[in-house]
């Protein structure tokens, strides 16, 4: 845990979120960053540049995009005005969502950083972004945090899960137990549930994150035990910082579309 002994109390150390990671090269999603669409303001966009923007808006100072190789002239071409902030990184292979974060470590380096993924855009209900919203409570809490949203159960299949109870006198905060990887409404009622949730709904990952040098050294060792084959899977490793570190879970105040879904397009238009 992040912080130190003081007057018999653990003092949590705040922490600097300065760098955001932004996954763009898995099949199906690579295109999706590069169009277009009219922003809150009434601006026309390319969807990267709305995302880069909600990454900056956050506090974050750089910005490492991982995308596929050869993509990165029309992707920084849709970078715009946010071009010279973003550093490019290259997934030579799709070996899995992990495996995608772990590409950017050159990037991260040791530090925090904001994850993003390239087809989700974000409304928030207030006036700071949903991704500032995220960063001000891990920067507070000085630990990783998984944004959430309570999600009925019949939508399971399209998202991870995670488990665990609230934290007391924090409202939308809650210490993680278990996360699970699209899992079947069986085994969310038999690991998921959480007190206060109404039935039938879990808290569902939103699509950003804010995570630590720690989780990236899992999955640095898990590369490595795999000998470079097989996939590499996120949820897997956020499983395992739960059981050994402070995790945490947040749910914001705003909505995500994800723009691969039926509708998703659609409705993020209309915001």
């Not at 100072?61 to 849709?78: F, I, L, N, P, T």
């Not at 939308?172 to 278990?178: A, F, K, N």
Request: proline content about 4%.
């Amino acid at each position: 845990m992040n912080g130190n002994v003081c007057n018999g109390l653990l003092a949590i150390a705040p922490m600097k979120v300065d760098k955001a990671l932004i996954t763009a090269a898995g099949r199906g999603q690579r295109t999706l960053p590069l169009q277009t669409m009219v922003d809150r303001e009434g601006r026309q966009r390319s969807v990267l540049s709305i995302i880069i923007g909600e990454a900056l808006d956050a506090g974050v100072g750089r910005v490492g995009v991982v995308v596929h190789q050869g993509d990165q002239e029309a992707y920084g071409v849709a970078a715009g005005e946010h071009a010279g902030k973003v550093e490019f990184l290259v997934q030579t292979e799709p070996r899995g969502y992990g495996h995608a974060v772990w590409c950017g470590r050159p990037f991260v380096g040791r530090d925090p950083f904001l994850l993003l993924v390239g087809d989700h855009v974000y409304v928030s209900h207030r006036a700071e972004g949903c991704a500032r919203q995220l960063v001000e409570v891990a920067s507070r809490e000085g630990c990783p945090v998984s944004a959430v949203q309570a999600t009925h159960e019949s939508k399971l299949p399209h998202f991870g899960a995670v488990g665990g109870r609230r934290v007391p006198g924090q409202a939308g905060l809650y210490e993680v137990r278990e996360v699970l990887e699209k899992p079947t409404s069986t085994e969310a009622e038999q690991r998921l549930v959480v007190p206060g949730l109404r039935s039938g709904r879990y808290l569902c990952f939103f699509g950003m994150h804010v995570l630590t040098h720690g989780v990236m050294e899992r999955l640095d060792r898990r590369m490595g035990a795999e000998g470079g084959g097989g996939g590499l899977h996120l949820s897997e490793v956020l499983r395992e910082a739960a059981t050994q570190e402070r995790y945490l879970a947040c749910e914001l105040e705003g909505r995500r579309h994800a723009l691969g879904a039926r509708d998703g397009w659609l409705s993020a238009r209309l915001g």
